[in-house]
């Protein structure tokens, strides 16, 4: 028998947005936050342009 693995579903989707909403609303999760998030996960997948000394700060 051959088993899939299904990922979250929906009800872990639905856990999932539930409990940004309320980091969101008790400020664990900011803009700037989101920002620096943003920004070295472009430095991340785009690595060789960090070394080529491309700027990949967002906004400032």
Do not use: K, N, Q, S
């Amino acid at each position: 028998m051959i088993y899939r693995r299904r990922g979250i579903g929906l009800l872990g989707l639905i856990y999932l947005l539930i409990g940004l909403y309320v980091a969101w609303m008790h400020d664990y999760i900011t803009p700037a936050l989101l920002r620096d998030v943003a920004e070295a996960l472009l430095a991340v997948f785009l690595w060789f342009l960090v070394l080529l000394g491309v700027d990949l700060h967002l906004g400032g």
